[in-house]
């Protein structure tokens, strides 16, 4: 038989004591001492060293807590999912997301996910800077960047592929370089991240090495919707993704440079708390993205078989 006073000993090995765990479980703390003494009785062991000031697990305690602890957790949890699931996803989702991407690549994605799911409200804050989930109260975070959060999960979702582009003007006006060295001779337009405000490298695939390039010129930004416009204005060459220049390359007013030296694709991550258990909110908002984003590489392999 079950002691029914397990999940309570549970509570109070993760919180340290009797009253955090009584305040998680929604009950007073003589109730969980009470709780933790009938089921010391019950099973003939000293669970906890108690004093005025501390308490400390026994050797019987944690025996016990190693080899039931995750069996409890993962019974809650599933009873949660299952009453979960039965309830109509719905509430406040706050999703931090880079400026650029999220409005080109996530933000078209959502008028049907808010007509299938009319009752979450998403709370989007579009920010090219990685912030700290927890303190800033978002339930998922999207980043191209190693999150430096160990506590999260990170699922990859996108392969954003990087390229070289330039305007009509700027090339006409000062030549095409035909190498990754030759970039040396051209106004580059650096992206530096409003996190670390370290400048980025560029990165290219040349004589089967991966080589790496300080971009040296007389702009900076920390946006890239900015390095576009001043692509558009033909101030110089910059890196970004093909999926944000898509657009103007079709229509002729960017043109792609250094083609063949590419680097591979950058992953983007979706990141939520890493436990099992997700609000039904959070689950079917992470489980849309996976379904209805295509990634550029995919995108750009199919517009090269139309084109044979």
Same mark, same amino acid.
């Given at each position: 038989?079950?002691?029914?006073?397990?999940?309570?000993?549970?509570?109070?090995?993760?919180?340290?004591?009797?009253?955090?765990? *009584?305040?998680?479980?929604?009950?007073?703390?003589?109730?969980?001492?009470?709780?933790? *003494?009938?089921?010391?009785?019950?099973?003939?062991?000293?669970?906890?060293? &108690?004093?005025? @000031?501390?308490?400390?697990?026994?050797?019987?305690?944690?025996?016990?807590?190693? @080899?039931?602890?995750?069996?409890?957790? $993962?019974?809650?949890? +599933?009873?949660?999912?299952?009453?979960?699931?039965?309830?109509?996803?719905?509430? @406040?989702? #706050?999703?931090?997301?880079?400026?650029?991407?999220? &409005?080109?690549?996530?933000?078209?994605?959502?008028?049907?996910?808010?007509?299938?799911?009319?009752?979450?409200?998403?709370?989007?804050?579009?920010?090219?800077?990685?912030?700290?989930?927890?303190?800033?109260?978002?339930?998922?975070?999207?980043?191209?960047?190693?999150?430096?959060?160990?506590?999260?999960?990170?699922?990859?979702?996108?392969?954003?592929?990087?390229?070289?582009?330039?305007?009509?003007?700027?090339?006409? !006006?000062?030549?095409?370089?035909?190498?990754?060295?030759?970039?040396? $001779?051209?106004? =580059?337009?650096?992206?530096?991240?409003?996190?670390? /405000?370290?400048?980025?490298?560029?990165?290219?695939?040349?004589?089967? $090495?991966?080589?790496?390039?300080?971009?040296?010129?007389?702009?900076?930004?920390?946006?890239?919707?900015?390095?576009?416009?001043?692509?558009?204005?033909?101030? /110089?060459?910059?890196?970004?993704?093909? /999926?944000?220049? @898509?657009? =103007?390359?079709? +229509?002729? =007013?960017? #043109?792609?440079?250094?083609?063949?030296?590419?680097?591979?694709?950058?992953?983007? !991550?979706?990141?939520?708390?890493?436990?099992?258990?997700?609000?039904? #909110?959070? !689950?079917?908002?992470?489980?849309?993205?996976?379904?209805?984003? +295509?990634?550029?590489?995919?995108?750009?392999?199919?517009?090269?078989?139309?084109?044979?």
């Amino acid at each position: 038989m079950i002691p029914n006073q397990l999940h309570i000993f549970n509570a109070v090995v993760k919180n340290g004591n009797f009253s955090a765990a *009584a305040r998680q479980l929604g009950t007073s703390s003589a109730a969980v001492s009470k709780a933790i *003494a009938t089921l010391e009785k019950s099973m003939s062991l000293r669970l906890f060293h &108690r004093t005025t @000031r501390s308490l400390a697990l026994t050797e019987d305690g944690d025996d016990l807590y190693r @080899r039931t602890g995750h069996l409890v957790e $993962q019974l809650e949890d +599933q009873i949660r999912l299952s009453s979960d699931r039965q309830q109509t996803p719905s509430g @406040r989702l #706050k999703v931090n997301l880079p400026d650029s991407f999220g &409005r080109m690549m996530v933000l078209p994605l959502l008028p049907e996910f808010l007509e299938q799911y009319p009752e979450i409200e998403l709370d989007l804050n579009f920010d090219d800077r990685i912030g700290d989930l927890a303190k800033e109260g978002a339930d998922v975070g999207i980043g191209v960047l190693n999150n430096p959060e160990s506590s999260l999960i990170a699922r990859d979702f996108y392969q954003l592929q990087p390229v070289l582009v330039a305007s009509d003007a700027y090339l006409e !006006r000062y030549g095409t370089p035909r190498s990754p060295q030759e970039l040396a $001779q051209h106004n =580059c337009i650096a992206y530096r991240s409003p996190t670390t /405000g370290r400048k980025f490298d560029w990165s290219f695939h040349q004589q089967d $090495q991966l080589i790496q390039i300080e971009p040296q010129g007389n702009l900076v930004v920390n946006s890239i919707s900015a390095a576009m416009k001043a692509v558009d204005l033909g101030i /110089g060459i910059a890196r970004i993704g093909i /999926g944000h220049a @898509r657009n =103007c390359l079709q +229509q002729g =007013c960017f #043109k792609r440079v250094l083609e063949e030296f590419e680097a591979d694709p950058l992953k983007v !991550r979706v990141y939520y708390a890493s436990r099992s258990y997700l609000p039904a #909110k959070t !689950r079917v908002f992470i489980d849309y993205l996976m379904q209805h984003t +295509q990634d550029e590489r995919s995108v750009e392999l199919e517009e090269m078989i139309h084109t044979l």
